[in-house]
C-alpha cells in the first residue's frame, strides 16, 4: 500500500513561566508557556510557520532495537516500553510495521524527543536515578559547544550515540499522546502526525538550528493567537486549534491533569478541509 502521508510526531512543550520579569507579568492568563519554532522563509513546508518541534519518524534509529538494549543498560527499575496509550489500537499512525523493532508508540515518541532536541537544543530525556512515573517531564541541559558538535555531526545514528554517551534515555514516558493530524490534500508534502503533550516545571533553555528553524517563541495561547490574528504571526490550523483548546486551563497542573486525563487525545485523524470562495476561503477543522 502506498502511504500518501509521511508518519511524524511532534512534541508540544508547556512548562512554567520562570522568566526573571515575571513578577511584572502577573496579569498573564496562564502559569506556563507554550514553545513554537518559526520555519525558515526558505522551508518548502509552511515557510515563515509557527509549529511544534518534530518532523518525520527514522524507523532505522527510531525503532532501533538498541535502545531497549540502552535501557536494559542503564538500568531503570521502575520504567519498560510498554506504553498504555488510549488511541493507539485505533490510529494507523501507531500501526507498527513488520520490519520495526519497537511498538510505534515508542519509537514515534522517540522521533519526537530527537527532532526538538536536533531544532531546538532541548533535550528530553532522563537519567537512571530519575526513573518514578511524574506528570512532568525531565529534561537535561546541554552547552551551546555540545549542542553545535551534535548538528554538525553528519552520522545517521547521533541521538542513538549522544543518548548512550550521556547516559540517559528518551522520556517517552512523560511524552504524553495527543491528536492525530493529517496534512489537507492541497499541500504538496503532506504529513500524517501525532502530537504529544510534555509539561515541564522549568522553561529550559533553547538554542535552534539555524537550518530549517529561524527563530523560536514562548507565548501563552493568548499570545499566539492574538499575534495570528492581527496578522503578526502564521499559525497552521492544528496550532490554532491546539492553541484554542489550551485556553481552557490557565495553570500548568490542570494542563497536565487534562493531558493525564487524555482531553487531548482522540480515536480520530484530525483533516482540516479548505473551501474557496469568491473573496477568499475558508478552513473548516472539527469543532469550530
Known sequence: MIRRWRDASSVIIAARRNFPNFQKQQSAPTDYVVLT?????????LPDGHVFPGGVIEPQNDSSEQWSDLLQKLQFRNLNLHLNDKTSGALNIYKTPKEEQLPRNISLRIAAIRETFEECGILLCRLPTEDKVSKFGHNLILSETEVAKFNSDSSSNKFYELCAQLKCFPDVWSLIEARNWLTPAFFKKRFDTVFFICCLDQTPPVQIDRGEISDFMWGTPQEYLALHKAGKMNLPPPQLYEF?????????QALADAAHNRHFCSDSCFLPVRFLLKDGAVIIMPGL
Open 244 to 252: 484554542n483548546d489550551f485556553t481552557q486551563f490557565d495553570s500548568l
Open 37 to 45: 519554532a518559526q520555519r525558515s522563509s526558505k522551508s518548502s513546508f
